[in-house]
């Protein structure tokens, strides 16, 4: 585990309870900069937004922020005018309280679909949540905002920028609903360092295409899904600039940490048992390696023959088969945990081997086209009895 | 259940057991007509062929045919030059004792990919399937190409053209790997009509467009699809000749055949415990409506929660928005069974009723665009862990 440190300057986090899918747990929390913040977003793709998104996305264009509240429990998705009214008012109230501009309050939400948010007991709590502002930490922030997920996940790193300590914290929830374009997920990233808006933009752009955009559970997507950056400056370090060796050395701390936070997604996918490495390599052309490798990841035949400790290649050749892209079958090698199973399109006999490598809790598949350069990689996790189970049961 | 009636003219059929994955059961069987029969077909569109599908898509260029070889446990795919090697082996014993050309014997397998084909059982056994040839019923045959399948699927019509009665064979087999641009499945249809090739072509397409290309399982796509139908004209019909009105009488007989077959399919699906069929209407384009109906057919959200008999009509909502579909979420309805559960993007608050209209085995989803006049319908079926179960432990 991550060896817990402090938070980035400046902020302070709040996180209660509010009854909101069902009591006796932390569903409603706050995030505050001190400091007016430069905030960055990427949103779901999703023609069906959720209110709160729709808030998000306008607000963001001043490119300032400085709270954000979120909520777990209901997503405050197909709630028509009365999900957007409801979202106003919780940030009109946070706003009024924090003495900031309506503008400058964000809001997330995750959770069921199509049920109004229950307004009262969410007024209610509002006191309760300002009060306790600073109180809690980031473990609490990332408990918060958990749905299905079976664990917490947050990561804090520190990097020196001209002899200033720059802290990046981020937190995120993540477990079914997962898809390319954004994984079904919230995530918070809160940095003190003093950047340029478009250099904040361009790490974060960088950092979910690498990580949150190249994983998958279940190839659904959601209707929330918002990735906030918050950079304070609080850390009193010289402007980044985009482009400049700081900005690189930023940027690649936001990559890291986005995508420890999707293995951390991944391994907690709703009944994952394993968490899977999907390579497609030397493919003829980017988007081919990319389209091969989600439709390996994406098949429900290579997913319950890996949770089955089955290495059933035939199902991994069959998914790049119908996958649309260039391949020529009698080139085609597969390799399972460095173990050739699949030699110019035919088994080469090391099933069994293969089999006793599934047992394994991490599984690398590497499928080598042989027609290019090109290569991606997509993470996914093995589906399970339990996927169905936490699916057939979500809203009772 | 259909009453059973006597196959078509001329067409007789063995099937025994060759103990290709294991034994106790029939799964090598053969087709063979008295006479030369015109003969059309349809193959996966799996950049992945099987052997058996690339030496019939070169033998069907003829079109004519006089037996089919078919057999389960084994899918003689990504078995490189020996598959093909083995599967002409196969074909050339039934052609020299059967006195056909070599051509004119067709090839099908299913099973198990990326294994060779247990030719010491098949040789051995070939010289029993010729001697029952005319023994064994389309019960027998439909039961020899089962793979997860847990039921036999055939229909057997007739139809009256010109006086003279022609009767209409098929048997199926599906199961799991099924998905959009025909289902993972075999199908072979048999009959004595007297008909052209053109004409048999074109209404075996239209069958196969209307049933089971509008029909997904698992979203995955075979390499070894296959439907074939030989019409040997024993029948004595005057020659049914394309766009007659007694060409229309008989294809709408087989696209009825071939659609009651699909919902065969669907009912078997792996672990199913409910068919559904989703519609979308009144989209913008033909294709919106398509693709907007396969989302939510392949949506695993969706199918755990209507296995789960929870109408959580959100994850339609969702799937409908990442379809990449035009959308307005503020006209959109959704229907199920018929009660309004969604109006104008938003919940009608009868989640219990619909809950409760669940429980029945026939669900039916509309998703009401009102954006157009385009509609599309596909047959899918729910998501238990059941499917999981027998996917994990295929091969074991």
């Known amino acids: 585990m991550e060896i817990k440190m402090s938070a980035p300057k400046g902020f302070l986090f709040s996180a209660v309870e509010a009854a909101i899918k069902k009591p006796g747990r932390k569903d409603l929390a706050l995030i505050y900069s001190e400091s007016k913040a430069v905030i960055s ?36 998705a197909c709630t028509g005018k009365q999900g957007i009214a409801d979202a106003l008012e919780i940030t009109d109230m946070i706003a009024k309280a924090l003495k900031l501009k309506n503008s400058m309050v964000y809001i997330c939400s995750t959770g069921v679909i199509g049920t109004t948010m229950p307004m009262e007991r969410i007024r209610a709590k509002i006191p309760e949540l ?12 990332a408990n918060a ?50 950047i340029d808006k478009s250099a904040l933009d361009k790490a974060l752009k960088s950092a979910v295409q690498k990580s949150f955009n190249k994983i998958t559970i279940d190839g659904d997507m959601s209707t929330n899904d918002t990735v906030l950056t918050m950079a304070n400056g609080m850390a009193g370090n010289s402007l980044i600039k985009l482009n400049s060796k700081e900005f690189n050395k930023f940027a690649n701390a936001v990559s890291d940490i986005t995508y420890e936070l999707s293995k951390l997604i991944v391994k907690d996918g709703e ?14 052309s980017d988007i081919d390696a990319k389209r091969g490798a989600f439709a ?3 098949s429900l035949l290579v997913k319950t023959a890996i949770y089955g400790n089955d290495a059933n290649w035939g199902r991994i050749m069959a998914a790049i088969g119908y996958s649309g892209i260039t391949i020529k079958e009698e080139k085609t090698d597969i390799y399972l945990n460095g173990l050739k199973i699949v030699k110019n399109g035919m088994g080469t006999g090391k099933d069994k081997e293969a089999n006793e490598k599934l047992k394994g809790k991490e599984i690398k598949i590497i499928v080598d086209l042989k027609l290019g350069n090109k290569n991606a990689k997509v993470l996914t996790c093995d589906l399970s009895e339990e996927y169905v189970k936490i699916n057939a049961e979500y809203r009772t």
Request: proline letters at 3%.
């Open 130 to 141: 300002l009060k306790n502002l600073g109180k809690s930490t980031i473990d609490d922030l």
């Open 41 to 76: 977003g990427m949103f779901t793709t999703n023609s069906i937004k959720a209110a709160p998104v729709m808030i998000d996305m306008k607000r963001i264009k001043s490119g300032i922020g400085q709270a954000i509240i979120v909520n777990s429990g209901n997503a405050n």
């Open 296 to 298: 390996v990841a994406n």
């Open 271 to 284: 009944g994952a048992t394993k968490i899977v490495e999907i390579g497609v390599i030397n493919a003829k």
């Open 145 to 194: 905002i958990m749905t299905t997920d079976t664990f917490p996940k947050n990561i804090t790193k520190r990097i020196k920028i001209n002899g200033k300590t720059i802290t990046i914290s981020a937190v995120c929830k993540g477990a079914g609903m997962i898809c390319p374009n954004m994984a079904t997920m919230l995530c918070f990233i809160m940095t003190d360092a003093n």
